[in-house]
C-alpha cells in the first residue's frame, strides 16, 4: 500500500526529473540552434565538416601600404571571426626587414607567422638567401594580395626633364651629378623584393645601370616622402600610398605606375611559415577564405571611400583619406600638372573571378628568373622546384570551393607577360627572357 508521504517522494522525484529533462532539451536545444547558426555563417567554410580551426587565430603582419587593405578589412568587417578566427592579430611592422626578422621567430618566440609581404619573399626567406646566417626559413604563398598600383617617382630637381616610363632622359642627368662629386641615390624597400625590380628594370629599359650609374638604397615606405623631402635620394620606387602623398606635398612627381611598366603585374602576397600551415591545415584554410571574402569587398568600387577611411586611421596607416583614395580608384595625379582620371592602373585585389587573387606559379617563375637577372639566384637554380615548392595554389582552390565559389582560374601560367619596352616573358622558356636583356649581372 503506497503511503501519503511515498506518494509525495515520488511526485517529487518525477518533478525533479521533469526539470532536468527540460534543462537538457533547453540546453541540446540551445546547441544546436548555435551550431545551426554558426554554420549558416560560414556556409561551406570553416564548419563545414562540423569542425573548426585547429587555433582561434595567429599574428600576420603588415606594413603601411595600400595593398594590406585586405588584412585590415578582414579583421574590421568581422570575416576572420565568421570563420571562426576571432583571435587574430594584423600587426603593423616597421620596415620589410623587421618582417623578416619577426617571421623567422614565428608566434612561439613573439614574432609572427605570416602576413602581407612583397612576392619574391617568399623565395628570398626559403632558400635563406636574405636570413640570418642564410638559414632558410621554408614559407608559402598562398594568394596574390593585389595587382597595380605601385608608382616610380622622381625628385623634383629633376621635373624639368621628360621622364615618364622611358626613364633615359635620366641618364645624363644621373651621369652630370656624378661627374660633380655628388651621390645619385635610387631608393627601394628591400633587395631582390618587388619595388627593387621595379625600379630596376625601368632605369635598365632606358640605358641605366643600377647597379653602375647609380647608388641603391633601402628605405621603409613610410619613411620615402620624409626622406625624398631632405634630399636623401633623387628617385624611389615604393607602394600606395606615398607616392600620392609626394605629389600632395610638391616634393617630387610620378615618373609612371608600375602598371605601365606590366600592366596587372602581381604585388603583394598573403605568405605564411609552412610549419604552421601544415600544422594548421583547417586554420589556413580559414585565413585564405576570410582574406578572399576581404579582396572581393575591396575590390568594389562602392566600398572605396570605406576602405580608405578605414585603413588610414591611426591604429592602422595613420595617412590621410585623399593620399589614399585616388590612386585606389585609377585616379592617378601624376604631379607637375598631370592628373589622369578613371585610368586602367588603380589597385586590384580580385578581378572577375578571382584571377587577381589567384597565385599563378607562372609570375613567381618571372620573379626567380628576374632576381637571376641581378645575380640574388644563380642562373643554374632550379625554378621550377622553387616555385612548386612554395606555392600553393591548391589551397587556393580548396578555399574557393569552401566559398562556393565556380568558374575559378586553373592551370599554373597566365600565358606569355608583355611589357612596356616590348619584352616578353614565356614562363615555359625563361632563359630566352633573360638573354634578351642588355643589362643583366647573370652570364647567359
Not at 620596415?95 to 619574391?120: E, Q, V
Not at 651629378?177 to 635598365?204: C, E, N, Q
Not at 580608405?308 to 591611426?314: D, K, L, P, S, V
Not at 597566365?414 to 630566352?432: L, N, Q, S, Y
Request: proline letters at 5%; one cysteine or more.
Amino acid at each position: 500500500m503506497t503511503t501519503k508521504a511515498s506518494r509525495n517522494s515520488i511526485s517529487s522525484t518525477t518533478n525533479s526529473l521533469s526539470q532536468v529533462s527540460r534543462r537538457r532539451i533547453l540546453q541540446t536545444t540551445s546547441a544546436s540552434a548555435l551550431m545551426l547558426a554558426a554554420r549558416a555563417l560560414v556556409p561551406g567554410g570553416a564548419y563545414a565538416q562540423g569542425t573548426g580551426p585547429e587555433v582561434k587565430g595567429t599574428k600576420l603582419g603588415y606594413i603601411a601600404l595600400t595593398d594590406a587593405a585586405p588584412l585590415v578589412i578582414a579583421k574590421e568587417k568581422g570575416f576572420f571571426a565568421k570563420h571562426g578566427l576571432p583571435d587574430m592579430e594584423i600587426l603593423k611592422q616597421a620596415s620589410w626587414g623587421a618582417m623578416r626578422d619577426n617571421m623567422a621567430l614565428g608566434t612561439k618566440a613573439n614574432g609572427i607567422d605570416g602576413g602581407h609581404i612583397l612576392r619574391p619573399k617568399t623565395h628570398l626567406y626559403a632558400t635563406g638567401k636574405v636570413m640570418q646566417n642564410s638559414q632558410p626559413l621554408p614559407m608559402y604563398t598562398l594568394l596574390n594580395l593585389n595587382e597595380d598600383c605601385q608608382a616610380i617617382s622622381v625628385s623634383n630637381e629633376f621635373k624639368d626633364l621628360k621622364v615618364g616610363t622611358d626613364s633615359s632622359a635620366l641618364k645624363e642627368a644621373f651621369a652630370k651629378k656624378k661627374a660633380s662629386g655628388k651621390d645619385v641615390k635610387v631608393a627601394m624597400t628591400f633587395p631582390g623584393g618587388t619595388h627593387d625590380l621595379w625600379i630596376r628594370y625601368w632605369l635598365a629599359a632606358g640605358g641605366i645601370d643600377p647597379d653602375k650609374d647609380i647608388s641603391t638604397i633601402v628605405v621603409p615606405p613610410p619613411q620615402m616622402v620624409a626622406n625624398m623631402k631632405v634630399g636623401t635620394m633623387d628617385a624611389f620606387c615604393v607602394g600606395e600610398p606615398w607616392n600620392e602623398q609626394l605629389v600632395n606635398q610638391d616634393i617630387g612627381f610620378s615618373a609612371c605606375t608600375t602598371g605601365e611598366i606590366w600592366f596587372q603585374h602581381p604585388e603583394k602576397i598573403l605568405g605564411m611559415r609552412a610549419d604552421w600551415v601544415d600544422a594548421n591545415p583547417k586554420a589556413a584554410l580559414a585565413i585564405l577564405m576570410a582574406t578572399m571574402e576581404a579582396q572581393q569587398w575591396c575590390d568594389k568600387m562602392e566600398n572605396k571611400a570605406e576602405m580608405a577611411e578605414i585603413i588610414g586611421r591611426r591604429q592602422w596607416f595613420n595617412v590621410p583619406v585623399p593620399d589614399i583614395i585616388g590612386r585606389l580608384k585609377g585616379d592617378i595625379n601624376y604631379g607637375r600638372g598631370r592628373i589622369e582620371k578613371g585610368t586602367k592602373y588603380g589597385m586590384k585585389f580580385w578581378g572577375t573571378k578571382g584571377e587577381s587573387s589567384y597565385p599563378w606559379k607562372s609570375l613567381d617563375t618571372w620573379f626567380v628568373t628576374e632576381n637571376i637577372r641581378w645575380g640574388k639566384f644563380a642562373p643554374d637554380i632550379d625554378i621550377k622546384a622553387l616555385v612548386n615548392k612554395t606555392n600553393r595554389s591548391d589551397l587556393w582552390l580548396e578555399a574557393a570551393k569552401g566559398l562556393g565559389l565556380k568558374d575559378l582560374p586553373s592551370g599554373d601560367s597566365r600565358g606569355v607577360e608583355k611589357f612596356f619596352d616590348g619584352k616578353v616573358f614565356d614562363p615555359a622558356d625563361p632563359m630566352a627572357y633573360l638573354k634578351s636583356l642588355s643589362i643583366k649581372r647573370a652570364q647567359v
